[in-house]
Nanobody, 124 residues
Framework: QVQLVESGGGLVQAGASLRLSCTAAGLGVGGNTMAWFRQAPGKEREFVADITIGAVNTYYAGAVKGRFTISRDNAKNTVYLQMNSLNPDDTADYYC?????????????????WGQGTQITVSS
């Protein structure tokens, strides 16, 4: 079965950096678009970033553009989210997602597989 496991979350101060990892089993991260979403308490789950295959294009939500970087290591079957200059608005549960497609997708229903999430808390 397909399993996505996130790691790297924690409590950090504003301005800090953090790197999230998503390791996959039963699915090759190089064979489809992978993404990161996040959900703050009481809010809707929102798109953060995705990375496509082929030309390997990356896309980011406006709130994180220039601060976050999504990447993949096909040999390790792992997707990463490097987060720099964190601020309290980044506090949320972060989820790794995968789809069998290869384009750019920003909505939850376009992703078939999800990890359990990892919590990020950024203090001011």
């Amino acid at each position: 079965q397909v399993q996505l496991v996130e790691s790297g979350g924690g409590l950090v101060q504003a301005g800090a950096s953090l790197r999230l990892s998503c390791t996959a089993a039963g699915l090759g991260v190089g064979g489809n678009t992978m993404a990161w979403f996040r959900q703050a308490p009481g809010k809707e789950r929102e798109f953060v970033a995705d990375i496509t295959i082929g030309a390997v294009n990356t896309y980011y939500a406006g709130a994180v553009k220039g601060r976050f970087t999504i990447s993949r290591d096909n040999a390790k079957n792992t997707v990463y989210l490097q987060m720099n200059s964190l601020n309290p608005d980044d506090t949320a549960d972060y989820y790794c997602a995968a789809t069998g497609k290869f384009g750019h997708y920003t909505r939850q229903h376009e992703y078939a597989y999800w990890g359990q999430g990892t919590q990020i808390t950024v203090s001011s």
